[in-house]
């Protein structure tokens, strides 16, 4: 048990019981607020192995970008403040949830475990230039794949939302 | 010098509670915050590979970065999309396709 061990015991920990509960809670703003303290420890998580730019990536567009339209989307389709039994499941399927849940995560940990290895291995923090170094040589093409994407998201769901506001008058 | 088993652990966890939050919520937007801790997962499981070592492209940092690029489009064209269909049928929830009349019922009335 290393001192970096310990450290990302603790994020880890944040993350996975902020997650549990943004999943569990019946309360749907706090859900999204749980997602929001899940992502931060998951921000945590990243900067304990070392990847500081990825780190603040992820506060920068999840927690600044994603986290705020969840928001604005439960506000647009008006979630009720307090707990909301309208859209509550079985209790029946809340357990074959969670046991397909389980099975999930314990199939990827029998993969993954035997990977870790026993040795711990050094922390090695990667520099900001490196990655743009790779990110505008060896990755340059999938960049500017991503870049269209983006775009192209920007425009459908321009569309998306045009489309719909014109659609119900038609019938009537 | 850190033990890798602990990040695989988190990550396979977040992806199992992912799991879970897709299959037992009704509300297509909690829907989607179980496939944002899914692909969260998915982020810690690359960067953990990534500090391994021998990364020769820095794959595991710009595969993540990527990522979340790739999960925002997908956010804001999902949202679009809920925010679509609850216009249509004043309704986010996702297993009530079975009885349309009942969901334009409620369109009509909102």
């Not at chain 1, 647009?76 to 849940?101: D, E, F, N, W």
């Not at chain 2, 956010?75 to 009885?99: K, M, N, Q, W």
């Given at each position: 048990?290393?001192?970096?061990?310990?450290?990302?015991?603790?994020?880890g920990?944040?993350t996975i019981?902020?997650?549990?509960?943004?999943?569990?809670?019946?309360?749907?703003?706090?859900?999204?607020?749980?997602?929001?303290?899940?992502?931060?420890?998951?921000?945590?998580?990243?900067?304990?192995?070392?990847?500081?730019?990825?780190?603040?990536?992820?506060?920068?567009?999840?927690?600044?970008?994603?986290?705020?339209?969840?928001?604005?989307?439960?506000?647009?389709?008006?979630?009720?403040?307090?707990?909301?039994?309208?859209?509550?499941?079985?209790?029946?399927?809340?357990?074959?949830?969670?046991?397909?849940?389980?099975?999930?995560?314990?199939?990827?940990?029998?993969?993954?475990?035997?990977?870790?290895?026993?040795?711990?291995?050094?922390?090695?923090?990667?520099?900001?230039?490196?990655?743009?170094?790779?990110?505008?040589?060896?990755?340059?093409?999938?960049?500017?794949?991503?870049?269209?994407?983006?775009?192209?998201?920007?425009?459908?769901?321009?569309?998306?939302?045009?489309?719909?506001?014109?659609?119900?008058?038609?019938?009537? | 010098?850190?033990?890798?088993?602990?990040p695989?652990a988190v990550a396979?966890a977040l992806?199992?509670?992912?799991?879970?939050?897709?299959?037992?919520?009704?509300?297509?937007?909690?829907?989607?915050?179980?496939?944002?801790?899914?692909?969260?997962?998915?982020?810690l499981?690359?960067?953990?590979?990534?500090?391994?070592?021998?990364?020769?492209?820095?794959?595991?940092?710009?595969?993540?970065?990527?990522?979340?690029?790739?999960?925002?489009?997908?956010?804001?064209?999902?949202?679009?999309?809920?925010?679509?269909?609850?216009?249509?049928?004043?309704?986010?929830?996702?297993?009530?396709?079975?009885?349309?009349?009942?969901?334009?019922?409620?369109?009509?009335?909102?």
């Amino acid at each position: 048990m290393t001192g970096l061990d310990l450290a990302f015991l603790a994020t880890g920990a944040v993350t996975i019981a902020a997650a549990l509960l943004a999943v569990t809670t019946r309360h749907l703003v706090h859900s999204a607020l749980w997602l929001v303290l899940s992502l931060g420890g998951l921000a945590g998580c990243y900067l304990v192995l070392g990847a500081e730019l990825v780190a603040l990536v992820h506060v920068l567009v999840y927690v600044g970008a994603v986290v705020v339209l969840v928001i604005f989307a439960l506000m647009m389709t008006r979630a009720p403040i307090g707990p909301s039994p309208l859209h509550a499941t079985s209790r029946l399927h809340r357990a074959l949830a969670a046991v397909l849940g389980a099975g999930v995560s314990t199939l990827l940990l029998a993969v993954l475990i035997p990977l870790a290895g026993e040795q711990p291995v050094p922390r090695r923090p990667v520099d900001s230039t490196q990655i743009a170094g790779e990110l505008f040589g060896t990755w340059v093409w999938p960049f500017e794949a991503l870049s269209l994407l983006l775009l192209i998201a920007l425009i459908g769901a321009f569309t998306v939302s045009r489309l719909a506001g014109a659609a119900p008058q038609e019938p009537r | 010098m850190i033990h890798l088993a602990l990040p695989y652990a988190v990550a396979a966890a977040l992806i199992g509670i992912g799991t879970y939050g897709v299959l037992a919520r009704r509300n297509a937007v909690l829907v989607l915050i179980g496939i944002e801790l899914m692909l969260a997962g998915a982020g810690l499981l690359l960067i953990t590979a990534g500090a391994i070592g021998q990364d020769r492209w820095q794959a595991g940092n710009v595969l993540t970065l990527f990522v979340i690029t790739i999960a925002a489009a997908e956010v804001v064209l999902a949202l679009a999309v809920i925010i679509a269909v609850f216009r249509a049928r004043g309704s986010i929830d996702i297993t009530e396709a079975a009885h349309e009349p009942a969901s334009e019922a409620a369109a009509g009335a909102s």
